[in-house]
């Protein structure tokens, strides 16, 4: 079982400084000097020496969790990221959802490959059991997917159940659901796929370069980011959006129509303005893994190099970490 958020919360606000052994120092709030940063740009929200964070997501500004290697979950507390690690440190996160306060899932796996998927109630991150075989790597709402061609869908009564068949991709990256009775996407090595929600069945097969993240503000407003150029499906089809760079993307975020950011490998930023993407000048060299957003002036990126990870940020105002 792991650490409730609550207990995490009054231990760490003992202190305006709190140390911890599994997760390194959390800075002071307020001690950032950079938090007067011109708004449309990045900078280094926040560092933990020998972390490795490596998916964000959340509903609103009081409701965001970032997860990682070692066991390590971190989450908004009003004023800064507070560290809720599991006390199981041979876990590895690598996706996490949020659908509400009282509804979160993440996913990975144990260092010998068993797979992890843990449901938060809103006080406490319990596993739940799992047929899945190997390393999960992505989740969204009642979906998940993982190595060895896994397709997981959480049934009305709360248990994960296997999806199977010839359809699914091979090594899925990541998945989006655009709620019951919607659609499914899975991104993978060989492109996207398509499955409905109601009975998990293959829509449609779209074929093409590695898919590493696939995210959407809606049925019809969907990005997808990995190796090649980055895609949008308008509800119809996919079209293809010249990107200015070459590195692999590994997570795409959207505030609007006109409004969208994506990351990837060595500190890639880029932002789309409704008409194009344009690179935004990097601010570390870490591998950006992940991105979200609470609106286009409060964005928040996660990832690491070997020896250091944290949180970038894009927007206004002074919030610590």
Known sequence: MIVGHRAVVAAIAMTACQHDANLGTTAA????????APVNSWRVHGTWTGEHPRAIA??????????GKRGAIWRWGETSFLAATSLDPAIGFDAVWVGSP???????????????????????????PTPASGALTGVSGSASVGLASTFLRRSTAGTWQLQSGPDLVTAPED??????????????????RRFRDTDGALVADYPGDAVFGVW???????????????????????TATPTPNHLPL???????????WAVGDAGTLLRWDGA???????????????????????????????SIGGVLRYGEGVIGL
Not at 279 to 293: H, I
């Open 250 to 260: 590994r997570a795409v975020w959207a505030a609007s129509a006109d409004r969208a």
């Open 58 to 67: 959340g509903t609103t500004f009081l409701d965001v969790w970032i997860v």
């Open 175 to 192: 998945v989006w659901s655009s709620g019951p009775g919607g659609d499914i996407w899975i991104a993978g090595t060989t492109g996207l």
């Open 276 to 306: 194009a993407w344009s690179v935004d000048p990097p601010v570390v060299s870490w591998d950006l893994n992940g991105v979200w957003g609470v609106n286009e002036t409060n964005v928040f990126a996660v990832g690491s190099s070997p």
């Open 216 to 238: 959407g503000r809606a049925a019809d407003d969907v990005w997808a980011v990995g190796a090649g150029a980055i895609q949008h499906w308008d509800g119809t089809m996919w």
């Open 29 to 36: 709030v307020g001690t950032d000097p950079v938090d007067a």
């Open 102 to 128: 009282a509804r979160a899932y993440a996913v990975g796996a144990r260092d010998d490959g068993a797979p992890q998927l843990l449901a938060w109630d809103g006080a406490t991150w319990t596993p739940e």
